[in-house]
């Protein structure tokens, strides 16, 4: 009995070390594998009048996994197994007439100033280097309607365990800044330029950091959220299905969903024993007050841009000779303003007053549980009521503890930071003068 089990199980365990060997041998030889497409794109190539090799030359090339091994940035890309028209041996002018992908020559300029022997793929486009599968390689559709037309063709899901999947257009463009400090000044950018200048208009960085720049509410958008593990984002309520669950998406949400839906915190403390505010974000899909016939505050296309531009803090080790450093930061004693009111805008846009106060100081912002009503004030109504000695203090100390709306409430996230050892002391009067310059009612001293 035990004999005949034993010989059982032997030949059992035969079958599958066959079966394993011959799905390594077949696999890559099945329709869209990389040696299949090896052998379609060596046809292809053979059929082309226009290639100056010989037929029989192209035929007898070998069939094997290609990689480009892009040591200074420690990368090891076999996406070239698959796109031929890209891998330099193979197709040494870079250059085919051939239409469609996988078998195309790369669009664009690319790979002219960024040499795939030296830059590999993966530097730009995000995706698993070492995978040989379509899957594996972790591309991402560009749209709901490549999404379905890749599952019936690829069976297309998430790649698991890979966090960094390919970045599809214009998403990739965050790569540009990871190396180009200059990235404002060349073509093929505008995307992520746009999100740049989004983050310094709306006031974000009253309430976050960038790269330790900014206000003490939330977290560091470079350095936190752009490589934030997707195990520890709570996904729960954004309603993305399984296959969405990703941190473009998430962050994306931010800005064309209402955060108090994504963090609703427990203000009844149903769960927990203090009750908890919902998130201390603005909802950005409402207008500004400051403009408000022009549809909400931040668009679809801005949200890409400002994720783009999230995206582009993802940690990479850039050796220093990819590095291409940008212009200084302008500070405000080389800034050439035409008016102290100018200057002073200058001031309250660069510090984030808008966080809380609104773009132009019109308010329009909400802080859950905060005193009469939960707004927060709204300065073109206020700063009359004070001399400039109280509201110098005022921004130079803050308020660090707000009155609540509902005693027994939730403390209100947001408070009046202390921007003393931040704004400079000309920067102080100049953020005065915008302030009681655009005031509704004129300050009686
Ligand atoms: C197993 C073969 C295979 C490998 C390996 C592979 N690709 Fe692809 N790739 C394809 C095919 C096939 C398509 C065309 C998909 C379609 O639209 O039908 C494609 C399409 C693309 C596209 C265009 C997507 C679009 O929006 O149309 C990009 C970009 C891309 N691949 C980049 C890469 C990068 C980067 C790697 C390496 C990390 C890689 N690929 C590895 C087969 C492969
Ligand atoms: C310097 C950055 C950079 C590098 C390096 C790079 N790409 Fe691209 N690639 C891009 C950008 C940006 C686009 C989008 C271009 C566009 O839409 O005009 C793109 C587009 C593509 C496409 C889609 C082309 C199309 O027209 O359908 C494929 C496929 C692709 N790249 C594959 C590769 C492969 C394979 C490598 C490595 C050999 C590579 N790329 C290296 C930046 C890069
Ligand atoms: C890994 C770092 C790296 C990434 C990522 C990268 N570049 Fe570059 N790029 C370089 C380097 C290095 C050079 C060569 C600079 C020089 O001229 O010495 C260069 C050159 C260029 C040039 C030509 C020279 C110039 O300054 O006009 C352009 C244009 C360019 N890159 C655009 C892009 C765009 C657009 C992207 C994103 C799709 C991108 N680069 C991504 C490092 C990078
Ligand atoms: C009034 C303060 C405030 C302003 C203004 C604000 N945020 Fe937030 N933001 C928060 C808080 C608080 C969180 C923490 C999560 C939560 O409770 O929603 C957050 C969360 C985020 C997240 C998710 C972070 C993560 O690591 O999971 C992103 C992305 C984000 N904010 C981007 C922005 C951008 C970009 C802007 C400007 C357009 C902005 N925020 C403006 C307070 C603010
Ligand atoms: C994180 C949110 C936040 C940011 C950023 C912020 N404030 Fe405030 N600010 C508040 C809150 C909350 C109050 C109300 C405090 C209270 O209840 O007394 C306040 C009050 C004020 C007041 C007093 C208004 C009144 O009606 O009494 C002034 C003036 C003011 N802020 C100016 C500024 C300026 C200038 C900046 C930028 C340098 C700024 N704030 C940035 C939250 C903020």
Avoid at 230 to 259: Q, Y
Avoid at 265 to 271: M, T
Avoid at 394 to 417: E, H, Q, R
Wanted: hydrophobic share 35%.
């Amino acid at each position: 009995m035990l004999r005949k089990l034993f010989l059982w199980g032997n030949i059992l365990l035969l079958i599958i070390f066959v079966a394993a060997i011959a799905k390594d041998l077949v696999g890559p030889y099945l329709p869209n594998h990389w040696a299949w497409t090896q052998m379609k794109y060596r046809q292809m190539q053979a059929n082309d009048e226009t290639n100056p090799d010989s037929k029989k030359s192209i035929l007898a090339r070998p069939i094997e996994i290609k990689q480009i091994q892009a040591n200074d940035l420690g990368q090891i890309d076999r996406c070239t197994s698959c796109h031929q028209g890209m891998d330099s041996i193979v197709t040494p002018t870079m250059q085919n007439s051939f239409t469609q992908n996988p078998f195309k020559a790369h669009s664009g300029d690319f790979l002219k100033n960024h040499p795939p022997e030296k830059f590999g793929c993966v530097i730009c486009h995000g995706g698993q280097g070492i995978a040989t599968t379509f899957i594996g390689a972790a591309h991402t559709p560009k749209d709901e309607a490549q999404k379905a037309e890749w599952k019936k063709k690829y069976g297309w899901v998430p790649t698991e365990h890979w966090d960094r999947p390919m970045l599809a257009p214009p998403y990739i463009q965050s790569s540009c800044a990871k190396c180009h400090g200059n990235f404002e000044s060349l073509p093929g950018t505008e995307v992520v330029s746009r999100g740049k200048n989004l983050m310094a208009q709306h006031g974000c960085l009253g309430c976050h950091q960038w790269k330790g720049f900014g206000g003490p509410i939330s977290v560091d958008l470079a350095e936190e959220t752009a490589n934030k593990p997707l195990g520890r984002i709570d996904f729960s309520h954004t309603g993305l299905s399984d296959e969405d669950m990703n941190l473009l998406n998430w962050i994306r949400l931010h800005f064309v969903k209402d955060p108090w839906e994504l963090t609703p915190g427990d203000p009844e403390a149903k769960f927990n024993t203090e009750p908890i505010a919902p998130s201390g974000m603005q909802n950005f899909t409402l207008p500004s007050p400051a403009y408000p016939d022009k549809g909400p505050e931040l668009s679809e296309d801005d949200a890409t841009a400002l994720t783009t531009y999230i995206l582009s803090a993802r940690s990479e080790k850039i050796p220093y000779n990819y590095y291409i450093p940008g212009p200084k930061e302008a500070k405000f004693e080389d800034m050439h303003f035409s008016s102290r009111k100018e200057a002073g805008k200058w001031v309250y846009d660069r510090y984030g007053c808008a966080a809380c106060h609104g773009l132009n100081a019109k308010g329009g912002r909400r802080n859950f549980n905060y005193q009469g009503g939960g707004m927060e004030p709204v300065l073109v109504k206020t700063v009359s009521n004070y001399t400039r000695d109280e509201l110098r203090k005022k921004i130079m100390y803050g308020v660090p503890v707000v009155n609540k709306d509902n005693d027994k409430g939730p403390t209100p996230p947001l408070y009046m930071p202390p921007w003393k050892d931040k704004i400079s002391p000309p920067e102080m009067e100049a953020l005065m003068d915008y302030l009681f310059s655009i005031a509704e009612k004129q300050a009686e001293f």
